[in-house]
C-alpha cells in the first residue's frame, strides 16, 4: 500500500533567479502560511481516498463507479465486443451451410417442334461427393467458428486492458482535483495574509507578488485539474457509449501495487494467451483448409436418371446415365500447393507470435517490478528527505535565516519527488494491466495474493 501525493502546482518566476515551471502552488502557499503570521499554525493538507471524494460531485450525478461495475456495463455493451460476438454468431451459418449436401438438378428437353415426331425428355440429376468433400469442408467451418470465437476472447482482454487504465487513470484524475481544491484555498489564504503583511511593511512587496502567482497557478491547476477528470469519465464511459458527465467518480484505492508475477509462473501460461489461441486456430483453419484442396483431387460423378418419350415411337424409355469430369487440364494442384505453404506459413507465424508475446510479457514484468521497487524507495527514503528539507526551509525562513528562494528550492526537489511517486504509481497500474491483456485474466494478481 502506498499514500497518495497532492497534484503538483505550478508558480510563476521572478528574478533574481529563474523557476522552473512546475513549482506546486500548494507548497508555495504552505510556506507562506508558515511564515505569514495568521497562518502559522494551518494544518497540513490531508491524503483523502477519492472513494470519499463525493463532495464536488453535481447534483443528480451518480456517486461513485467501481471497476466491477464499469467491467460489467463494458462487457455488456463495448460496440466492438458485441461486433466481435456477431462474428462468432454468424460462424454458426457458416457450420450449418457446411453440412449441406448438392441439390438434385431437374432438366426437361423437348426435341423437334413437330407435334408427330416430337420427343420429350425429362431428367433428374444428382452430384455425389467422392473423397470426403463434405467431411472436409465441415471440418474447415469448425475451425472458422473456433477462430471467430478466439478473437472474442481476444476483444475481451483488450477490453479489459482499457478499462483497467482508464479506470485507472480517473483515479489519478480525482486525487488532483481533491488536492489542487485544497491547494487554491491555502493558496488564496496566504495571499490574503502576504497582503496584509505587506501593507503592514513586515515583508517587502516581492512576497505578495509571489503569492499572488502561486495564487493564480493554483486556480489554473485546479481549472485544468477538474477539466482533466471530465475526459477520464468520458474516456471511460465511452467504453461502453454513455456519458461521462453521468459517471461520477470513480471508486477504488489507486495507491495500492500488486506483486508481480513470477517469470516461471507468466511463462507457463503463455500459451494459453488470447493471441496463442489466435494463432492456433489459424494453424487448424490452414490445416483444414489444405484438406479441402486434397479431397478436390478426386473427380465427382454426376448420376442421371430420366424418361424419354417419342411421339413417334408411341412409348416412354427409361435411361440411367453418369458423368465424371477428365482432370486433363486442371488438376487442382495450384490450390494445393498454396495450401501447403499457408500450412508452413502458419505454423511460423505461431511461433512468432509466441517470441512476441515473451518479449512483451518480459517488458512488462520488468515495468511493474521496477515501478514497485521505485514507489518503495520514493516512499521510504526520498520524500521524507525532501519533506525534511522542505520543513526546515520553511523554519529557517520564518526565522530570517534562509531567503524565500531557498524555500522555494526545497519544494521544487519535494515537488519531483512526489510526481515521480505518482507517475510510477501509474506506470505500475499500466504495467499490470498490459500483463492482463497479454493473458486475458485477472487471475494472474489473484495467484501472487494480491
Do not use: C
Not at 438434385?104 to 473423397?131: A, C, F, K, Y
Not at 468433400?133 to 482482454?157: F, I
Not at 469430369?325 to 494445393?336: E, M, V, Y
Request: charged share 20%.
Amino acid at each position: 500500500m502506498t499514500t497518495p501525493l497532492p497534484s503538483p502546482m505550478r508558480a510563476g518566476t521572478h528574478p533574481p533567479r529563474p523557476l522552473g515551471p512546475a513549482w506546486p502552488a500548494w507548497l508555495l502557499g504552505a510556506a507562506l502560511a508558515s511564515a505569514l503570521g495568521p497562518l502559522a499554525h494551518a494544518e497540513p493538507i490531508p491524503v483523502q481516498d477519492p472513494a470519499t471524494a463525493t463532495a464536488t460531485l453535481p447534483a443528480g450525478v451518480t456517486p461513485s463507479i467501481t471497476l466491477a461495475a464499469a467491467w460489467d456495463k463494458a462487457l455488456a455493451a463495448n460496440p466492438g465486443l458485441q461486433a466481435a460476438r456477431f462474428g462468432a454468431a454468424a460462424a454458426d451459418g457458416l457450420v450449418m451451410q457446411s453440412q449441406a449436401r448438392p441439390n438434385p438438378e431437374v432438366s426437361l428437353n423437348v426435341e423437334d417442334t413437330r407435334p408427330e415426331t416430337r420427343t420429350n425428355t425429362v431428367q433428374i440429376s444428382q452430384l455425389i461427393e467422392l473423397g470426403g468433400k463434405r467431411e472436409a469442408r465441415m471440418q474447415l467451418a469448425d475451425s472458422e467458428k473456433a477462430a471467430a470465437q478466439a478473437s472474442v476472447v481476444a476483444t475481451q482482454a483488450a477490453l479489459r486492458y482499457q478499462v483497467l487504465v482508464n479506470f485507472n487513470e480517473l483515479l489519478l484524475a480525482q486525487q488532483r482535483v481533491d488536492f489542487a481544491t485544497k491547494t487554491h484555498a491555502l493558496a488564496t489564504q496566504a495571499l490574503d495574509a502576504a497582503n496584509k503583511r505587506v501593507q503592514a511593511g513586515k515583508v517587502p512587496p516581492l512576497e505578495a507578488s509571489r503569492a499572488q502567482v502561486a495564487q493564480a497557478n493554483a486556480a489554473l491547476e485546479l481549472a485544468q485539474a477538474r477539466s482533466l477528470t471530465g475526459v477520464a469519465q468520458q474516456n471511460l464511459a465511452s467504453l461502453w457509449g454513455g456519458r461521462g458527465a453521468e459517471l461520477g467518480l470513480a471508486s477504488g484505492d489507486f495507491s495500492a501495487t500488486a506483486q508481480a508475477p513470477t517469470a516461471e509462473q507468466l511463462d507457463q501460461r503463455l500459451d494459453d494467451a488470447p493471441a496463442m489461441l489466435l494463432a492456433r486456430r489459424a494453424l487448424e483453419q490452414s490445416h483444414a483448409a489444405s484438406a479441402v484442396e486434397r479431397a478436390k483431387r478426386v473427380q465427382d460423378p454426376t448420376l442421371s436418371l430420366g424418361v424419354k418419350r417419342a411421339r413417334d415411337v408411341g412409348r416412354n424409355q427409361v435411361f440411367v446415365g453418369v458423368s465424371i469430369p477428365l482432370p486433363l487440364f486442371d488438376s487442382n494442384a495450384g490450390n494445393q500447393l498454396q495450401a501447403l505453404r499457408k500450412v508452413d506459413q502458419a505454423e511460423q507465424q505461431l511461433q512468432d507470435q509466441r517470441l512476441q508475446l515473451q518479449a512483451q510479457v518480459f517488458a512488462a514484468r520488468q515495468q511493474w517490478l521496477s515501478s514497485n521497487q521505485q514507489v518503495a524507495l520514493l516512499q521510504s527514503q526520498v520524500i521524507p528527505t525532501a519533506q525534511s528539507a522542505y520543513d526546515l526551509a520553511v523554519r529557517g525562513f520564518s526565522l530570517g535565516k534562509f531567503s524565500f528562494l531557498d524555500v522555494l528550492d526545497a519544494q521544487r526537489s519535494l515537488f519531483d519527488s512526489q510526481r515521480q511517486l505518482l507517475d510510477q504509481l501509474m506506470a505500475s497500474h499500466r504495467a499490470r494491466a498490459e500483463i492482463e491483456r497479454i493473458f486475458g485474466t485477472p487471475a494472474l494478481a489473484a495467484a501472487t495474493g494480491t
